[in-house]
């Protein structure tokens, strides 16, 4: 079933708070007929369109509202209730850049010519005394190294 049809649930919804401005008002665009949505209704349409359709992106909930509805400045009004949802801003990553660029290498021709080192730790402190875990990487063949160490100095 559309999301426009007149049994459809997004109609019976926002028909349910009884503002009889709702269903009088309409406009036809495109040879469709699209209800006015009143001030009122504004926010619990962009809620049940955003919310109610597991928190679908901006474009996607603004093409699905303007299936059926309308209302004056809909798609800045619909932009900023999404950046608003608590939910998406902490569970979308909106398109952030890295603040450190990715380095770019020459690629590795003998195996062992680049690696990579990362040291990590203090883990929980073996029986043998060790805490820091170092890790040795070759970039052309991918292969591995780990030594345990007890501390991170050098000498």
Avoid at 46 to 52: A, E, L, R, S
Avoid at 133 to 147: G, N, Q
Wanted: charged share 25%; glycine share 4%.
């Amino acid at each position: 079933m559309e999301l426009c049809q007149p049994g459809s649930l997004a109609i019976r919804r926002l028909q349910e708070r009884q503002f009889d401005s709702f269903q009088r008002k309409h406009i036809v665009r495109e040879e469709k007929v699209l209800l006015v949505v009143p001030k009122k209704l504004q926010y619990a349409c962009m809620h049940m369109f955003h919310c109610g359709m597991a928190h679908t992106g901006r474009s996607r909930t603004i093409n699905n509202i303007k299936q059926c509805y309308y209302w004056k400045g809909m798609s800045a009004d619909i932009t900023a209730f999404i950046k608003d949802c608590r939910y998406c801003g902490r569970r979308k990553a909106w398109n952030a850049k890295a603040k450190v660029p990715v380095q770019v290498y020459d690629a590795s021709e003998r195996p062992f010519s680049r690696t990579h080192v990362d040291l990590s730790g203090p883990f929980p402190t073996t029986k043998y005394g060790s805490k820091y875990v170092l890790v040795l990487k070759c970039a052309l063949t991918k292969w591995v190294e780990i030594f345990a160490l007890t501390d991170k100095t050098a000498f």
